[in-house]
């Protein structure tokens, strides 16, 4: 077990007021929520803390507000009525969060309830943790849960701030994230498989040095392979490149090597004219991008090779698409690697949203054992890190 925080199983709520942080930040449109993913990955511990006799308060950011008071378009109500419809509970919105009237509805919370608080970023102290925002909201409860994978690695109010009152908990989506992303590097059932894609290296310089420590194989797709080959002396054409990581590139490869951990990179690839939704693909092997070329996926005889090695994986963890898998001709690539994870016999770990909108788009999400509802919050803690949120709780 890797998570060494007290969580809501360790604590005595009943008949108490708590005040959960979760993370709501949802797409909406026209005041809609389009993907309720993250509302539904908050209900086990809301369930949890309503058949525990708990008063429930809830809060969250959503998008960017600029903080200088309330922005219809990005108010909360639409994640709070979200909640009501999946749960069936009796879900009371509050339009405010740090005022009279906020202060007021949490009065009235009585065991079983539950109130959703207004956007804490319409107030722009919350980000910078104002130590009066975390008082305020440490006056809310008699109990502090923080549920909010995705912004965990956030040093702000409604994350941190009421833990230096209040007595501060996990709640279970946040064990079990923390849970999952750092047992994989601790104690990974081997061999371990990681495969890292997307678009730049310099984005995932951490999370490719610290799984060079622990994985087995590194496979690497994507427009980060293409700054790969420049490290070894090929020609990308007009691909995507980082002229300023390339040496950077070459020292984890030299790094691979000397640990002995195998880097799978493209063997072919399918490159285009341009980039666009009507670039044509062919397939032309590593070394022969010609000039005026970019790599928008990897090729046929890759995909196998990297299907192979996934195939005998045992854990495999994945960031970031092979390809340019938004424009259907170039997400073969992207596929073939999310089939051949999910016939693996292997725990499988998914983290990044453009790969986990990869997965769903080939309706594969049901077959990885786990896919991360944070971003950032997610690769932090694949780069070794410690998160803000977690390291502000109480000791198991
Ligand atoms: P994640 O969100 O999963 O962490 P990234 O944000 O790092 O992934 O990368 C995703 C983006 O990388 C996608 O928008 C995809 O189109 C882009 N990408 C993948 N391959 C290429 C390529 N060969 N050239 C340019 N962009 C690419
Ligand atoms: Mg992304």
Same mark, same amino acid.
């Given at each position: 077990m890797a998570f060494t925080k007290k969580t809501v199983r360790d604590i005595d709520v009943k008949g108490k007021r708590v005040i959960m942080r979760v993370d709501f930040n949802v797409p909406l449109k026209d005041g809609v929520?389009?993907?309720?993913?993250?509302?539904?990955?908050?209900?086990?511990?809301?369930?949890?803390?309503?058949?525990?006799?708990? &008063?429930? #308060?809830?809060?969250?950011?959503?998008?960017? !507000?600029?903080g200088d %008071?309330?922005?219809?378009?990005?108010?909360?109500?639409?994640?709070?009525?979200?909640l009501a419809e999946l749960t069936g509970y009796d879900v009371k919105f509050c339009p405010d969060t740090y005022g009279d009237v906020a202060a007021?509805?949490?009065?009235?919370?009585?065991?079983?309830?539950?109130?959703?608080?207004?956007?804490?970023?319409f107030l722009k102290a919350e980000k910078k943790n104002d130590p009066e925002v975390a008082?305020?909201?440490?006056?809310?409860?008699?109990?502090?849960?923080?549920?909010?994978?995705?912004?965990?690695?956030?040093?702000? &109010?409604? #994350?941190?701030?009421?833990?230096?009152?209040? !007595?501060?908990?996990? %709640?279970?989506?946040l064990e079990k994230e923390v849970d999952t992303l750092t047992s994989i590097f601790a104690e990974p059932e081997r061999p371990f498989v990681a495969i890292v894609g997307g678009s730049k290296v310099s984005s995932k310089i951490g999370v490719l040095d610290h799984l060079i420590d622990s994985a087995d194989t590194l496979i690497i797709g994507g427009g980060m392979a293409y700054t790969f080959y420049l490290a070894k002396g090929y020609t990308v054409g007009t691909s995507l490149k980082e002229e300023d990581w390339v040496e950077r590139a070459a020292e984890m490869m030299k790094k691979a090597e000397e640990k002995g951990v195998k880097i799978l990179l493209p063997i072919d690839n399918v490159v285009a004219d341009h980039f666009g939704e009507d670039a044509e693909g062919e397939v032309v092997d590593a070394d022969k991008i010609p000039d005026d070329r970019m790599g928008m996926d990897i090729g046929p005889?890759?995909?196998?090779?990297?299907?192979?090695?996934?195939?005998?994986?045992?854990?495999v963890f994945w960031n970031g698409p092979m390809g340019v898998f938004e424009f259907d001709q170039f997400a073969a690539g992207t596929e073939a690697v999310?089939?051949?994870v999910a016939d693996s016999d292997c725990t499988s770990i998914i983290g990044g949203g453009d790969s986990v909108a990869a997965i769903n788009k080939f309706d594969l999400a049901d077959k990885m054992s786990w896919i991360s509802t944070g971003g950032g919050a997610s690769m932090e803690l694949v780069e070794g890190k410690a998160l803000p949120g977690v390291e502000a709780l109480l000791d198991a």
């Open positions: 929520v389009t993907d309720d993913t993250r509302v539904r990955a908050a209900i086990p511990t809301i369930k949890y803390l309503k058949e525990q006799g708990a &008063g429930i #308060v809830l809060m969250s950011h959503l998008g960017r !507000p600029k %008071g309330p922005e219809p378009e990005l108010s909360l109500k639409p994640a709070a009525d979200k007021t509805a949490v009065a009235e919370v009585k065991p079983g309830d539950i109130l959703v608080l207004e956007n804490v970023r008082k305020k909201l440490a006056s809310y409860g008699d109990i502090f849960v923080l549920d909010a994978f995705g912004t965990a690695h956030r040093a702000q &109010g409604s #994350v941190v701030g009421p833990a230096a009152h209040i !007595p501060a908990v996990a %709640g279970f989506l005889k890759t995909r196998e090779l990297y299907a192979e090695a996934i195939k005998g994986a045992k854990t999310a089939r051949a």
